[in-house]
């Protein structure tokens, strides 16, 4: 909760100094950027990191689970190392690889992200399987529950809120890389940003940085919220005592 | 009931876990497979639901083999109740317990009818916990669930792998006790993987001792304990398992039904008179509604009127379904070596002296315990 309260008025700020920089209409011999430009470039921004995640999440998610069936196992260290690969070179060199490879544009901008988003999707996809306690899926297979069955009413709805951790951790990510986007050609806040560092005008570094950091804070509120929807009411309980002791009073 | 014959277990990488175990569980009986870590008695058991295959032998349900059966269909026809329990956390009780009837098929009514009756049966109140989580119950209530959603779909028979394993000893015994009744009244036939030797001998009515992958004895606990079969069945069962068979009779077996007792208004002659037609130096004293009140011995009526004058109060007692060693223990610590055996009200039921016990010893020594 205070957690929360902390980034509410890290976004107000944020916003407050955007809408500052844009206000002041000129800076030195530079014109700030327009409402219209802002607008403009946050919607691409947006698209890119949306179009991105969602890719990585569609990928990511099925083949996270998928290695955690029995057959696929040897598969798991594999994936799970190339991806963490993706994720160690710097992003920077991941985005510049892009373009040579597939020309200058958007096109570019959302493979260089979801290389760099898959991991934590991947990732967590995995893990969600894996810690289930295992006693759980043995006393599931002793009552007869198919593996489909399994599947779908006890593997699913037990590690979804953990796969939805891993959306929001790679969303926030993608919406940092995607400030590079606009060296391959792609738009977005990036474009404000790097007009600034052309210019060394550090205000209008702030006017693509500060609304590119509220996008990153609102999108993790959003989806941190959708984790919590998502999380089963039995696990939103916080656990009790183990042991066998008795807590309730006798009526008598 | 159940059959098993000459089940094997070989791994793929060639350790023999189970080596042509042989027996047969009659129905409605309680057999424990007992025997140290890494013997293979929770493999025989799991190769009975398939969750272990078996290389080799056959098991037979109902003298169907059971490796004809859907290995799903066979399962939930096989109630199923483990250490660790494994509750669905994102499940209310209820839905834990339903598990089984929904998969087959019951009616959402008849699903919740079943829930309830087995929350009673195990002594939970089902409107407190029906819709309660795994992680609102303590650890005895959810091994409690775990056993109530292991009999979900009424099956025939119920393997338990170490059930009441994971929690403190007063509660397990609390359960152990309990679970005794519930199957006085539902007659599963069941088969329970224990290490726990004094577990064994209370729960089994027989208990096949496993060595190594190895069916070293099966056999009525009395005969496990007083008849070893060799060196390590009588190693395993220890140097105290005089101590132990202690355990395998209840107070209301063995206990004098209507012994002598006195009124604390009767005059004290009459209470040593028919102390003396008993061969004995004491009565019980009741009062007027039968309950027990204490003892009045011979040793202090001289002088005495009335037998109140010269009872000794004593709210030292045992109950029907006490096994003799919490009997015998009551009398060590109380320095009595006569006991009261009284129903939940107090009334006397019978009284247990250690004469009693040591008779009843001596002739399960000899004979074993008459089922």
């Known amino acids: 909760m205070r957690r929360q309260v902390i980034l509410f008025a890290l976004l107000t700020l944020l916003l407050g100094a955007t809408f500052w920089v844009t206000s002041l209409g000129k800076v030195g011999i530079y014109s700030t950027f327009t409402y219209g430009d802002l607008l403009h470039s946050a919607w691409a921004h947006f698209k890119m990191v949306f179009i991105a995640v969602f890719i990585a999440a569609a990928m990511g998610v099925p083949l996270g689970i ?14 799970i190392g190339g991806a963490s690969i993706g994720q160690t070179i710097p992003s920077l060199a991941v985005i510049a690889v892009m373009a040579p490879l597939l020309g200058f544009g958007l096109q570019s901008a959302v493979v260089a992200l979801v290389i760099y988003g ?18 759980i899926i043995e006393a599931a297979q002793g009552m007869g529950l198919t ?59 702030l006017q693509g940085a500060a609304p590119t950091a509220a996008m990153a804070i609102t999108l993790g509120l959003i989806l941190e919220l959708a984790e919590r929807r998502m999380t089963p009411r039995g696990l939103r309980l916080e656990p009790e005592n183990t042991l066998g002791v008795v807590r309730h009073e006798s009526n008598t | 009931m159940i059959r098993l014959e000459k089940v094997t277990k070989v791994y793929p990488d060639g350790t023999v876990a189970v080596r042509e175990v042989s027996f047969e569980v009659v129905k409605g009986e309680l057999c424990v497979l007992l025997g140290p870590s890494g013997c293979g008695k929770t493999t025989t058991m799991k190769m009975i639901n398939r969750l272990t295959p078996m290389t080799d032998g056959s098991i037979y349900m109902d003298g169907l083999d059971n490796s004809t059966t859907d290995e799903n269909e066979l399962r939930r026809n ?44 195990l002594r939970m109140e089902p409107d407190e916990f029906i819709n309660k989580y795994p992680r609102e119950l303590s650890g005895g209530e959810r091994q409690r669930v775990g056993v109530a959603r292991a009999l979900g779909g009424d099956p025939p028979v119920l393997l338990m792998d170490e059930p009441f394993g994971a929690i403190d000893p007063i509660t397990r015994l609390e359960l152990q006790n309990e679970f005794l009744k519930i199957q006085q009244e539902i007659k599963k036939t069941i088969i329970l993987v224990t290490h726990d030797i004094y577990e ?64 604390p208004e009767e005059k004290t002659d009459v209470a ?38 010269i009872t000794k109060t004593s709210t030292v007692a045992a109950g029907r ?51």
């Not at chain 1, 696929?72 to 594999?78: G, H, I, K, V, W």
């Not at chain 1, 951790?165 to 790097?194: D, P, Q, R, Y």
């Not at chain 2, 209820?94 to 089984?100: K, P």
């Not at chain 2, 102390?275 to 005495?304: C, E, L, N, Y």
Request: aromatic share 6%; proline share 6%.
């Open chain 1, 147 to 205: 593996r489909m069955q399994i599947a779908r009413k006890i593997e699913l709805p037990l590690a979804r809120p953990v796969i939805m951790a891993g959306i929001k951790v790679s969303t926030v990510i993608t919406v940092g890389t995607a400030e590079l986007a606009v060296l391959v050609g792609g738009e977005g806040l990036g474009k404000i940003t790097l007009t600034g560092v052309f210019a060394q005008e550090p205000l209008i570094i």
């Open chain 1, 66 to 79: 998928l290695v955690t069936r029995p057959g696929f196992s040897p598969f798991a260290l594999p994936v």
């Open chain 1, 118 to 135: 898959l991991l934590p999707i991947l990732r967590n996809a995995y893990t969600s399987i894996r810690t289930i306690d295992p006693a």
């Open chain 2, 78 to 121: 096989i109630g199923y109740a483990i250490q660790d329990v494994g509750l669905f956390p994102h499940m209310t009780v209820g839905e834990n317990i339903e598990t089984v009837p929904a998969l087959k098929g019951w009616t959402k009514a008849d699903q919740r009818k079943r829930a309830e009756e087995l929350l009673e049966l």
């Open chain 2, 272 to 309: 040593q008179e028919r102390m003396k037609r008993h061969g004995i130096a004491w009565v019980a004293v009741i009062d007027p509604d039968g309950r027990f009140t204490g003892w009045a011995f011979a040793s202090d009526t001289q002088g005495a009127d009335r037998v109140k004058e």
């Open chain 2, 200 to 263: 064994a001998i209370k729960m089994g009515d027989k208990v096949a001792l496993m060595k190594e992958g190895q069916l070293v004895q099966y056999a009525p606990p009395a005969d496990l304990l007083f008849r070893p079969k060799d060196s390590f069945v009588a190693s395993f069962v220890g140097a105290d398992r005089g101590l132990k068979g202690l355990q395998l009779i209840r107070t209301k077996e063995v206990m004098w039904k209507s012994p002598p007792t006195a009124n």
């Open chain 2, 321 to 371: 379904n006490a096994v003799l060693s919490e009997a015998l223990s009551l009398m060590l610590t109380s320095g009595s070596d006569v006991l009261a055996v009284v129903d939940q009200h107090n009334r006397l039921e019978g009284v247990v002296t250690f004469e009693t016990i040591r008779n009843t010893m001596t002739e399960v020594v000899q004979k074993g315990v008459s089922q």
